[in-house]
């Protein structure tokens, strides 16, 4: 039954009507209203000034004005379009790899079970837009990095709910290259889009306010994500892209189907036998290289728990920012919270520093120190296992020539000989490298190295 006056209490919205459905959320609308001591312009990231709505019931606001983007339809994604729905930010676009498997149900509450096999984007998509007419929800299925740089440009705020470091390094560095400068080296504040990012992990989480340039990014913060060992549930049964994927589908999903009354031992050579043999076979099937023996004894005892409470607050505090940012009503978290609920409950905020010498939001160049005898090889080892972890390096030398290039195939191969030769000889002392690679975008990282010994 609808609320007196047409307005729509929270508990009325399942009994009312489909065109009393339409009714702006009023809570939202109390707040958007009201002169505020907490508007944005006095809070530490002042992004704009809070001017109240003078006619809450007609007018239209930023937030149903607005086009946010949600990257990730999983857990936390299905939370997030739940929040933004009932927040009243009506232009949606979400995007996902992963179709739905029937482990998903329990808490990707957007899911039923005639949706299993389905793209997850287009399911959520449809479900929000048909349980709130208010919506528009747009799917985009498939990989973000098959999107160019303009479709995230069209945005006004991004909100990331994905399950890995890279895709989100990807996402962070490809946003905050979005921000274009004058002649002058002045910022186009209009080209600004900030990544509201969270994460989830059993019972912790983090949501986090990244205004490009402003703010320390998502690569600034690199060092304290260790190289994942561990992996969502979601991937490793729809969408393995790694050797670790395919080791974990065997070893929680392949193996209580084979041996529902049996409890896979670990410390069973037999048993990590089986498993190593699934999982190659399966890695085989998606043409994944790297499946081995001793890497199966490391991955069966890594794999991430997922809980749905904690998806919730993370995603309430990621819409939260994003409300904030969008109608500037109160001050946006500067620019980090951590919320841990293992034992107890525990939450704080801090403002974490940006990185002096990010490679992603900042101009300077990186200086590494490398003895004279070290080859092209050791350098890419070192890009990929030291502070940049980069995952498949290029380098092209200051004076243009290309001295290594993993893709495409024939590129390789003519780069291939280098990879033997010693840095000092195929580079001066002092002279800068370009280096790219597929987890930081389109984003260059310049480089000069110090030879030494």
Excluded at 25 to 30: C, I, N, S, V, Y
Excluded at 69 to 77: H, M, R, S
């Amino acid at each position: 039954m609808a609320a007196e006056g047409n307005q729509l209490k929270p508990m009325d919205i399942d009994n009312a009507p489909t065109s009393s459905r339409m009714a702006p959320r009023a809570t939202l609308l109390t707040l958007l209203s009201r002169p505020s001591p907490f508007g944005n312009e006095t809070g530490p990231l002042a992004c704009g000034e809070f001017e109240p709505i003078p006619k809450p019931e007609t007018s239209a606001t930023a937030a149903t004005l607005s086009k946010v983007l949600v990257v990730g339809a999983g857990g936390l994604g299905c939370e997030i379009l739940k929040d933004l729905a009932m927040s009243g930010i009506r232009n949606v676009d979400v995007i996902d790899l992963d179709t739905i498997d029937v482990t998903n149900l329990n808490r990707q509450f957007l899911f039923r079970q005639k949706d299993v096999g389905a793209s997850k984007a287009e399911t959520a998509a449809a479900f929000i837009n048909e349980r709130c007419p208010w919506m528009n929800v747009t799917a985009h299925h498939g990989m973000i990095q098959d999107k160019d740089s303009s479709f995230y440009a069209s945005f006004n705020c991004i909100i990331s709910g994905l399950d890995n470091v890279e895709a989100r390094r990807w996402l962070n560095s490809t946003v905050i290259g979005l921000v274009d400068f004058d002649e002058q080296g002045d910022m186009d504040l209009s080209t600004i889009i900030p990544i509201i990012d969270g994460g989830t992990e059993a019972f912790s989480g983090q949501a986090r306010f990244i205004l490009p340039r402003f703010t320390s990014c998502f690569e600034c913060t690199i060092d304290s994500f260790p190289p994942q060992t561990s992996f969502p549930l979601c991937t490793i049964a729809e969408t393995p892209r790694r050797p670790e994927h395919c080791i974990a589908y065997a070893s929680i999903l392949q193996w209580p189907k084979e041996f529902p009354d049996k409890k896979l031992d670990k410390d069973s050579p037999e048993d990590m036998t089986w498993v190593y043999k699934q999982a190659k076979a399966r890695a085989e099937k998606y043409n994944i290289g790297g499946v081995t023996y001793m890497m199966t004894m490391g991955v069966v005892k890594n794999i991430i728990p997922a809980v749905a409470s904690t998806n919730a607050i993370i995603a309430a505090a990621c819409v939260n920012e994003a409300v904030k940012y969008l109608t500037f009503c109160s001050h946006n978290l500067n620019s980090y919270m951590m919320y841990m609920g293992a034992e107890g409950l525990h939450s704080h905020t801090f403002a974490y520093e940006q990185k002096p010498d990010c490679p992603v939001c900042t101009s300077s160049i990186q200086k590494l120190e490398l003895s004279k005898s070290a080859t092209l090889t050791e350098l890419i080892q070192l890009l990929r296992d030291g502070s940049l972890r980069l995952s498949g390096p290029s380098l092209v030398s200051g004076s243009g020539t290309t001295l290594y290039m993993p893709k495409p195939q024939a590129l390789e191969k003519a780069t291939r000989p280098n990879l033997k030769k010693t840095m000092s000889t195929l580079i001066g002392e002092g002279e800068e490298l370009v280096v790219t690679d597929p987890v930081l975008g389109d984003k260059p990282v310049k480089l000069v190295i110090a030879f030494t010994g």
